[in-house]
Every structure is written in structure tokens, then in C-alpha cells.
């Protein structure tokens, strides 16, 4: 997740140097890519903490045994 993460948001700084834009609304591409880009960063954060969540629970419960 990471990765992706890291990919979209390189694109969406080659996009903010292309000038894209869509067709209809002539709206740029790169802040949709740096939304998308942050929810992943932000998924990337809450994926950490639950891993050390759940690695602190286990060591609690192991010192229960």
C-alpha cells in the first residue's frame, strides 16, 4: 500500500507539470491524484498503528502466560 501510495503521488506531481485536464469540465487531474494520494498515506498510517496495536496486545497477553 505504501508503494501506491508513494506512486500516486509521484504522478500527481507529473501531472501538476503536465497541465492535464479532463475533457467536459476542464478541470486539472492532479488534485484528484493528491486526494487519492493522501486517503492512501492516511490508510498506510492506520495500517501501522493497527500492526502495533495488535503486537502490543500479544506481548500483553504473552506475559500472561
Known amino acids: 500500500m505504501s508503494l ?5 503521488t509521484k504522478t500527481s506531481i507529473k501531472f501538476m507539470g503536465n497541465q492535464r485536464v479532463t ?3 476542464e478541470l486539472y487531474f492532479y488534485p ?3 486526494i487519492c ?3 492512501m ?3 498506510v ?3 501501522i498503528g493497527w500492526f502495533i496495536k495488535s503486537l502490543s ?3 500483553t497477553n504473552l506475559k500472561g502466560i
Not at 4 to 8: K, L
Open 23 to 25: 475533457l467536459d469540465l
Open 45 to 47: 498510517l492506520a495500517i
Open 57 to 59: 496486545e500479544t506481548k
Open 32 to 34: 484528484f491524484y493528491f
Open 37 to 39: 494520494s493522501l486517503g
Open 41 to 43: 498515506w492516511l490508510s
Open 4 to 8: 501506491m501510495a508513494y506512486a500516486t
